[in-house]
């Protein structure tokens, strides 16, 4: 077999491969891009604290699925909602948490099974330490695919 016939192999495979892989990444990214169906997400809080006060954020999955359980895997929270904010308590207590730079957020992990038309309920409380506007996303998410709500807290002076 000749050389020229050997590299026209080659490239064929990698071209072939390099495809394949495209075309992967793209049926994963329109999976994922997908909200989870059946799952909804409500975020309580107030709308304006002082500076000093604590309080509690509340984020509430709902199983919505007539047959099948949520497995919610993570809630993220917008690190420009937390920048006004210490969390001092999750309840219940994530099994780890991470700061996820790609996505500019805190990932707090649970990993639990929510039954068809069931809620749990998630309270993060954090205490304002200072004056502003903090807004930003709060995803639940249940493995790569996730639902958004927006929180919005006012901080004023004491």
């Given at each position: 077999m000749s050389n020229k016939r050997l590299l026209a192999i080659g490239c064929g495979i990698v071209f072939l491969f390099c495809g394949a892989l495209f075309l992967a990444l793209v049926g994963f990214l329109a999976y994922a891009i997908q909200d989870p169906e059946g799952v909804a997400l409500r975020?309580?809080?107030?709308?304006?604290?002082?500076?000093g006060e604590t309080f509690d954020l509340r984020v509430i999955v709902t199983n919505e699925r007539p047959s099948d359980s949520v497995?919610?895997?993570?809630?993220?929270?917008?690190?420009?909602?937390?920048?006004?904010?210490?969390?001092?308590?999750?309840?219940?207590?994530?099994?780890?948490?991470?700061?996820?730079?790609?996505?500019?957020?805190?990932?707090?992990?649970?990993n639990v099974s929510i039954p068809p038309g069931e809620s749990r309920e998630f309270v993060f409380s954090l205490r304002a330490e200072q004056e502003g506007i903090?807004?930003?996303?709060?995803?639940?998410?249940?493995?790569a695919r996730f639902i958004t709500q927006i929180a919005e807290t006012v901080v004023r002076a004491k």
């Open positions: 975020v309580e809080g107030p709308d304006e604290v002082a500076v497995a919610l895997s993570d809630i993220d929270i917008a690190d420009e909602y937390l920048a006004g904010f210490t969390i001092s308590t999750v309840t219940p207590d994530a099994e780890s948490s991470m700061h996820v730079p790609i996505d500019n957020s805190q990932s707090y992990t649970f903090y807004r930003g996303d709060v995803d639940a998410c249940e493995g």
